[in-house]
């Protein structure tokens, strides 16, 4: 018999914390970048449209530095000022979830995804995978795509980014998503599950 219970998400205190100063709009990528995470195909779509790239900064948060094989693509087309690596804790992270314009998830495999809900807990719009566990946790409230499908990957970040309508929607069913996952109710559950089993 299985029984699931949710993780839950906590807003970490950033307020008056500007982890990125440039006054452009971004897009913004949080983890590593192993191959299932798709970062060179949202790479090369940002680098292959100017209407995303002249708007919009590309920051990637957390993992490692860029390495070999991105750093050659990004200084091949001069873009070193438009996709920066930001490193940092919680309070660097919340702070770019809240100016983020989205975050694009692409990842094809996760066992839960902290940061989709942490990115609509904060006001980010999310386009995510619809693979793996992120359809379950983002529900209807992400744009879900095949990450396969680089044309997906350009059409989503085209509606979130340049529709206003599109981008609100997403907002406000993402704040309504992430409110059905907390510790609160984790606690609750786990204590009910353990009540249930003793007796």
């Known amino acids: 018999k299985v029984s699931v219970i949710y993780h839950g998400v906590s807003p970490i205190d950033s307020a008056n914390y500007n982890a990125y100063s440039n006054k452009k709009p971004y897009i913004l990528y949080v983890g590593q970048r192993n191959w299932y995470k798709n970062f060179f195909k949202l790479l090369s ?18 993992g490692s530095e860029f390495n070999d094989p991105e750093t050659k693509i990004i ?21 770019l979830y809240k100016g983020a314009s989205v975050l694009a998830y692409l990842s094809t495999y996760e066992g839960f995804g902290f940061p989709v809900l942490e990115a609509m807990m904060l006001n980010c719009p999310v386009i995510c995978s619809k693979f793996s566990s992120l359809p379950e ?3 209807n409230a992400a744009c879900l795509i095949d990450t396969s499908n680089e044309q997906e990957i350009v059409n989503s970040l085209n509606d979130v980014l340049f529709n206003n309508s599109v981008k609100q929607n997403l907002i406000e069913k993402g ?25």
């Open 75 to 95: 200084n091949a087309y001069n873009f070193s000022d438009k996709v920066i690596h930001i490193k940092g804790g919680d309070s660097v992270l919340n702070s």
């Open 175 to 199: 704040k309504e998503q992430a409110g059905k996952f907390t510790w609160q109710n984790c606690a609750n559950k786990t204590h009910a599950l353990y009540t249930q089993l003793l007796n």
């Open 137 to 139: 946790v983002a529900g």
């Open 45 to 62: 779509v940002y680098i292959q449209n100017n209407a995303i790239h002249s708007e919009f900064d590309l920051i990637c948060f957390g």
